[in-house]
């Protein structure tokens, strides 16, 4: 399958320090990335969907101007949690979509990002 | 919006047994339906996949079943292992492009040796 990787793996901050995450698809074109929050012991919540060269797409309930997307290439999209603060310690995920082929409904996942908040 | 609801939330079986896990959506335009293996610490890993076109898929020891009429599906794992334990996820969504997935609450397995 795909392989998407997603830097850091995990990250420790003080309150109000913008963290930056980024997920990239390594051997194929994503025209289209989401990005999913999970706390413990959950599922996985999606909270926007980036695409490539335009605005991302945010879920009911989150915040565009806290969770900064930016997809400026068709292998990179980035996650900047700004101002960071405690509730926003949780588990990020991206996945990526192969813009290619007859199954481009596949979904493949970054390895997550532990972000804790002091 | 699509719902998919999954059970059970846990499910502990011996090695060598068989294990099922069930789930149900209520989007009847859906029409891919992946399951997903997430051990701890780590981000979701595709293992297999079906499309409304096709009402079974087996890979080795993992099969899934569907039902469109009902609109639930089923992932099976056969000749279970300790290594299978781990927290598994169904999903739903209308495919292709930018449509989005929705992950049912997810199943906790326990293969015990």
């Known amino acids: 399958g795909a392989v998407v990787s997603q830097h850091p793996s995990w990250v420790i901050c003080k309150s109000g320090t913008s963290v930056k995450i980024e997920c990239r698809s390594l051997?194929?074109?994503?025209?289209?990335m989401f990005w999913y929050r999970q706390f413990p012991k959950q599922s996985l919540m999606l909270m926007a969907t980036s695409n490539e060269g335009s605005k991302a797409t945010y879920e009911q309930g989150v915040e565009k101007d806290k969770f900064l997307i930016n997809h400026a290439s068709l292998t990179l999209s980035t996650l900047t949690v700004t101002s960071a603060h405690p509730e926003d310690s949780s588990f990020y995920i991206c996945?990526?979509?192969?813009?290619?082929?007859?199954?481009?409904?596949?979904?493949?996942f970054g390895s997550g990002t532990q972000l804790s908040v002091l | 919006g699509e719902n998919v609801e999954q059970h059970p939330s846990t499910l502990s079986v011996q090695e060598g047994d068989s294990a099922v896990i069930k789930c149900t959506y209520s989007d009847s335009a859906s029409n891919y339906f992946p399951w997903y293996k997430q051990e701890l610490g780590k981000g979701p890993q595709l293992i297999i996949d079906?499309?409304?076109?096709?009402g079974e898929k087996k890979d080795q020891r993992i099969a899934v079943t569907l039902n469109k009429t009902a609109k639930h599906f089923s992932l099976h794992i056969t000749e279970t292992q300790p290594e299978d334990s781990a927290v598994y996820f169904c999903?739903?969504?209308?495919?292709?492009?930018?449509?989005?997935?929705?992950f049912g609450t997810g199943t906790r397995l326990l293969v015990s040796p």
């Open positions: 999903a739903a969504s209308r495919g292709t492009g930018f449509q989005k997935l929705v």
């Open positions: 051997d194929f074109q994503a025209t289209t």
């Open positions: 079906i499309r409304s076109n096709v």
């Open positions: 996945s990526a979509r192969d813009a290619r082929g007859q199954s481009n409904e596949k979904l493949f």
